[in-house]
């Protein structure tokens, strides 16, 4: 069975910094391209960034670009988001999703909530 | 800057047929763009439904279903259920790596 396991998430001032990671387990993990998902307290789901298999190739939303990076370590099956100069519009619950055919979202985990406050 | 989008609400009697759509802001809606499908109770994670246009994901009854209707995406539940009552998103991939959710359809059954 396929897990997502985030964590990271927690209370942040405006213009502090996170780092979230998600924990895989039940398929493998090399294999997959991987993304990060966000939604924000009553809204809609917004894409945030994907990477490659190797990690070797990263994608971004506009919203988050040059803030955010996203990496992962395919020897701890783990998948990362550095999030940087928070604003208060990042406050969201974010997923982590396992990519699958058509770059569908074909598993998700079941979010870390991320506050910016001050 | 690409705009999915998606009816805002939607209501179906029990045992209805509805079709949700998922189309561009500017240009149209075809198998290029993958579209996938995902729905979302308060409090839970989303779930896959559809993927590649209209390959139901692991589970997914056969009442749900995908496809490309005039220029949109489309998803057609079929006797429509009261568990089914949930939020629904789409989702187009634009190539290089970006993906497009839509606003999201409130689908209400009674």
């Known amino acids: 069975e396929v897990q997502l396991l985030e964590s990271g998430g927690g209370l942040v001032q405006p213009g502090g910094s996170l780092r979230l990671s998600c924990a895989a387990s039940?398929?493998?993990?090399?294999?997959?391209?991987m993304s990060w998902v966000r939604q924000a307290p009553g809204k809609g789901l917004e894409w945030v960034s994907a990477?490659?298999?190797?990690?070797?190739?990263?994608y971004y939303a506009d919203s988050v670009k040059g803030r955010f990076t996203i990496s992962r370590d395919n020897s701890k099956n783990t998948l990362f988001l550095q999030v940087n100069s928070l604003r208060a519009e990042d406050t969201a619950l974010y997923y982590c999703?396992?990519?699958?055919?058509?770059?569908?979202?074909?598993?998700w985990g079941q979010g870390t909530l991320v506050t910016v406050s001050s | 800057q690409t705009v999915v989008t998606q009816e805002p609400s939607f209501s179906v009697s029990p045992g209805g047929t509805v079709t949700l759509t998922c189309g561009l802001s500017?240009?149209?809606?075809?198998?290029?763009?993958?579209p996938s499908w995902y729905q979302q109770t308060p409090g839970q994670a989303p779930r896959t439904l559809i993927y590649?246009?209209?390959t139901r994901s692991s589970g997914v009854p056969d009442r749900f279903s995908g496809s490309i209707l005039g220029n949109k995406a489309a998803l057609t539940i079929t006797g429509a259920q009261a568990d089914d009552e949930s939020d629904y998103y789409c989702?187009?991939?634009?190539?290089?790596?970006?993906?497009?959710f839509g606003g999201g359809t409130k689908l209400t059954v009674l």
């Open positions: 999703a396992k990519l699958g055919d058509g770059n569908s979202f074909e598993a």
């Open positions: 039940g398929f493998t993990f090399r294999n997959y391209a």
């Open positions: 990477i490659s298999v190797s990690g070797g190739s990263t």
């Open positions: 500017s240009g149209s809606v075809s198998t290029s763009y993958y």
């Open positions: 590649i246009t209209n």
């Open positions: 989702v187009l991939y634009m190539g290089s790596g970006i993906s497009v």
